[in-house]
Every structure is written in C-alpha cells, then in structure tokens.
C-alpha cells in the first residue's frame, strides 16, 4: 500500500492474498463453463457448488438459499424489486395497494429501488431515526399498515457504523406477515451472520468488504419468499440470475467470508480497541468535535466524527499528503458535493455535516497506524479552522 495509513475499509479491502490463491486456478487452469457436461465444466460447476455450501454454512441456512450476483448492489435490487414484481400477481392486487417501509439512512442500493417502486404506484414509508442513527422497533411497528408486505432494514450503517435492532425488527415484521430483507455488507467479517438467529428472510453480501474480489453479490432467499428475477438469459442460479457464472470470484468471495468469519471475534476486539482510542484521543485534542452515530453499538472498526468549522474534503487532502486514506461518507458519491442524507438523517444542519470524516479500519490497521492520526489530526484541524470562513453555533446542533 506504499506506506499509506488506509482508513477507508467501508469502502473497499484489499484482496487477501489467500483468497487471490484459491481464485488464480479459475482464470487460467480450470477455466470452463459451469453449465459444460465435460470435465473442466464439471470441475467449475464443482468448485461453485463446493462455494454455496462454505457460504451457507456461514449463514447457517440451507445450500440451495444462496444466490450470486454481480454486486452487492445487485443482490440488493433483486431482493428488493424481485420480491415487489412477484407479489402484485401473487396477491391479486395492484401495486397502489402494496405497502412497503425502509428508514432514511439506508444505502442508496436500498433507497434507489424503494424510490423507483414508490414511482412505480407502491406505498412506501422512510422511517426516520433517532440522532444515533437507530431504528426505534416501536416506530416501526407503528408504520405497519394491514397492506404492508415488505421491509428493509440494513444490518450496520456503511457512513456512521450504527448496528440496527435486526431480530427484534424481523420478529416484528413476522408476526404481521411482512417480508424483511437487509444490506449486510458492512457487517460481514464484524457481526453475527447467522440468518436463523437474525430472522431475516433475505440477506446481502459483497466481496469488496471482505478481503475479496470486487464485482461479486451474494443473496440469501429464504425458501418461503418468491422472486421474480432481473435479467432474463440462460437460467442459471435457478433462473434468479440468469449469466454464466463468475467461477473465480464466487470461490473467491466464499473463502473470504470463511477467513473473515474465522477471525470475526478477534479482530472485531481489537479493532474496537484501536476505535475507542482513536475516538476518545481526537475528541479530547480537538475541540467542539463530536461522534456521529451511536457511541458503543456501532461496528468495531468505524469512527465517524464531526468535526465543527471546516470542510471535510479539505481535510481529506491534507491528510492524503501525510499518506492517511479517509473518507466523508460513502465512495459511492465521492464525486457528489451533496451532504451525506445518512448525516442529515439525524438531524444535522448541512453547513455541519460537510465538517464529518470517516475512518474505517481493517485487518492491517496498526496502533502505530492510529497514533500518527491522533498526532496529525489536531495540526490540519487548526490549519483549516484558522482558514475557513465556516462558525457554527454549538446551541443548534442539540449535541
């Protein structure tokens, strides 16, 4: 990484060199089609099937409940419009009598598709959160309506890291009938990803936050929700998925999810140790700075500051010429000015939430790594305040 402090895993990782091991055979060897009778066909289809099992033991469900895709963001829009195309014909209703609930922090890989079915005729309501970015369980039972038949919750916030209320929400969505699918991206390699003890009926993975490769999705489907699939072709992944199957990248995510899950409790310990340092140090040395999410039920490798009186794209440049990578929100909208919605979600005014920063650490961070943020940090911050024509009064925050 020539000696870059990284800091931004929410939005990608590294391949391990492990994963890249079990993937080089794909791409040169064993370079056959699936759906071939003959033997490098036979071995792919093999090497795919032997991926599902390590998968869906990980998930604990059952082999033929998981599904690949093309991203994280694919297996999201399959979950979410796949589930609301099928039920409309299922139902005998027309989409205007369908009801539907996410929150107003979710990944815009959630957000997009809810809008497109809101355009679409669907009922949808976006529960708000609390300041920390916390669905309220009794909110959301408040918004069930006797039409609602689906719901999406993500497990951990990708910007502020806050963990949501998973089996308390689905034991909820269940005891009306409801469907509740969540984006467990963020959450793979930190949390629990048992979807037995989590009740959810559809779940979402990608490779990019695991140590695999990028351009990989995986979906768990419950045997009892039906989908209607996206793309239409060859019928593979039981006709949900039709296109041949990315051979290399399937074995590739499937031994990451197996080496993240292998070192989860350990590394999810000494990760928060490194966060709650990092946190509390840069909170003590840099005045009028604040936490954004909650404070203690949050991923173990996220931090996610407000940090008043400047603008945190400044502060991400004098950092990269110190060599420390951060981000302010999700790098899906790197290139967009716009405040964070997760952000502004909690109430915060938009002249603030341009001062936030996200570190996410990964399986490489270092206390060495984390001691040079705390020694550089209230240096750029002082720079930038001297410099910035940006005073925001503390008593209209409510922090």
């Given at each position: 990484m020539n000696n870059?402090?990284?800091?931004d895993h929410a939005a990608t990782t590294y391949v391990d060199p492990k994963v890249l091991e079990v993937m080089l055979p794909f791409f040169k060897e064993e370079y056959g089609n699936p759906g071939s009778i003959y033997k490098k066909g036979r071995c792919a289809k093999e090497a795919v099937e032997d991926s599902r099992s390590t998968i869906a033991k990980i998930l604990n469900c059952k082999f033929d409940e998981v599904f690949f895709a093309g991203s994280g963001t694919e297996s999201d829009n399959l979950a979410i419009l796949g589930t609301m195309y099928y039920l409309p014909k299922f139902l005998q209703k027309?989409?205007?009598?369908?009801?539907?609930?996410t929150n107003t922090t979710e990944h815009d890989a959630v957000l997009q598709p809810f809008k497109h079915l809101e355009k679409e005729g669907y009922q949808v309501t976006y529960l708000e959160v609390d300041k920390t970015g916390m669905v309220d369980p009794e909110a959301f039972e408040k918004a069930i309506r006797p039409e609602t038949v689906f719901a999406s919750v993500m497990y951990a916030n990708n910007e502020i890291g806050t963990i949501q209320p998973l089996a308390e929400l689905t034991k909820i969505a269940h005891e009306h009938d409801i469907i509740f699918h969540t984006d467990a991206c963020q959450a793979a390699g930190y949390l629990d990803l048992d979807t037995a003890k989590l009740g959810v009926d559809l779940l979402t993975l990608n490779g990019s936050k695991?140590?695999?490769?990028?351009?990989?999705?995986i979906l768990y489907k419950s045997k009892n929700v039906k989908l209607k699939p996206l793309i239409y072709g060859g019928g593979q992944e039981k006709g949900f998925r039709s296109g041949t199957e990315n051979v290399p990248f399937i074995v590739g995510i499937a031994k990451a999810l197996e080496i993240a899950e292998e070192s989860r409790e350990k590394?999810?310990?000494r990760l928060t140790l490194l966060r709650d340092k990092l946190t509390n140090e840069l909170i003590k040395k840099i005045p009028r700075t604040y936490i954004n999410g909650h404070p203690t039920n949050r991923l173990p490798n996220n931090i996610n500051l407000l940090i008043l009186d400047i603008e945190g794209e400044a502060l991400l440049l004098y950092l990269d010429e110190k060599g420390i990578a951060a981000s302010t929100g999700s790098a899906?909208?790197?290139?967009?000015?716009d405040p964070s919605h997760v952000l502004l979600?909690?109430?915060?005014p938009k002249d603030a939430v341009h001062g936030s920063i996200r570190f996410t650490m990964g399986k490489e961070t270092t206390e060495e790594d984390i001691d040079k943020v705390i020694e550089l940090m209230p240096k750029i911050v002082d720079q930038l305040r001297d410099i910035s024509p940006i005073k925001i009064d503390e008593k209209k925050l409510g922090l």
């Open positions: 870059t402090v990284y800091l027309e989409p205007k009598d369908l009801h539907i609930i695991v140590y695999g490769p990028k351009g990989i999705g590394e999810s310990a899906c909208h790197s290139k967009n000015l979600a909690l109430g915060l």
